[in-house]
């Protein structure tokens, strides 16, 4: 079965950083593309990023990019979001997903990390 | 950036009726690249349908997809106590996402 599983949400201070990883099981890694999409509290859903199954190209919403780094270590299934100069407005949950094949949507999803921006 | 208008935003309805959620693209979008999710509260979403009516695993038949361009349907045909949630859509295009504000379907 495929399981995604993040971890390293936490409480940080406008300004700060934080790093999640998701660890994934179940499914060749390597194979696909990854995403994160995160959620307000109470509001819908942000498409955050996606990486490609090699990492060698990735893309982010305009509201994360050049602050937020997706990254991937495939030899340990491992999929990264570092988060750097964090605002409030980031305080969401982030969930890694699994994309289909063309990355066109996610079919697994992980249960969520919470991230809290407050000081 | 594609924006996604979903209607309405909240549907009442009665289990056994049937639910049809709307999604219009501000451009229009690739049949190949419009999904969509349900989600439940506390829950992480959860794929329906993928190049706009093929079903994911494990989804019923009574949810379908419909619709091309900028203007794209979801139905489910006769509505179940587990399907009272609220559903996005969602496109991809340019290597970017985006995602309807959603429509949440709820108990009449």
């Known amino acids: 079965d495929v399981q995604l599983l993040e971890s390293g949400g936490d409480l940080v201070q406008p300004g700060g950083s934080l790093r999640l990883s998701c660890a994934a099981s179940?499914?060749?890694?390597?194979?696909?593309?990854m995403s994160w999409v995160r959620q307000a509290p109470g509001k819908g859903l942000e498409w955050v990023s996606i990486?490609?199954?090699?990492?060698?190209?990735?893309y982010y919403a305009d509201s994360v990019k050049g602050r937020f780094t997706t990254s991937r270590d495939n030899s340990k299934n491992t999929l990264f979001l570092q988060m750097n100069s964090l605002r409030a407005e980031d305080t969401a949950v982030y969930y890694c997903?699994?994309?289909?094949?063309?990355?066109?949507?996610?079919?697994?999803w992980g249960q969520g990390a919470l991230v809290t921006v407050s000081s | 950036e594609i924006v996604l208008t979903q209607s309405p935003g909240t549907l009442s309805l009665s289990p056994g009726e049937r639910a049809t959620l709307s999604c219009r693209a501000s451009?229009?979008?690739?049949?190949?690249?419009l999904a969509w999710y349900q989600q439940k509260p506390g829950q992480a979403p959860r794929l329906l349908m993928y190049?706009?009516?093929t079903r994911a695993t494990g989804i019923p038949d009574r949810f379908s997809g419909s619709g091309y361009g900028t203007d794209f349907t979801l139905t489910i045909s006769r509505l179940e106590p587990e399907d009272f949630a609220v559903y996005y859509c969602?496109?991809?295009?340019?290597?970017?996402?985006?995602f309807g504000q959603g429509t949440k379907v709820e108990i009449k």
């Open positions: 997903a699994k994309c289909l094949v063309g990355a066109i949507a996610s079919d697994y």
């Open positions: 179940g499914f060749t890694f390597s194979h696909y593309a």
């Open positions: 990486i490609t199954g090699s990492g060698d190209s990735s």
């Open positions: 451009q229009s979008v690739s049949s190949s690249y």
């Open positions: 190049g706009v009516s």
């Open positions: 969602q496109q991809y295009g340019n290597s970017r996402w985006t």
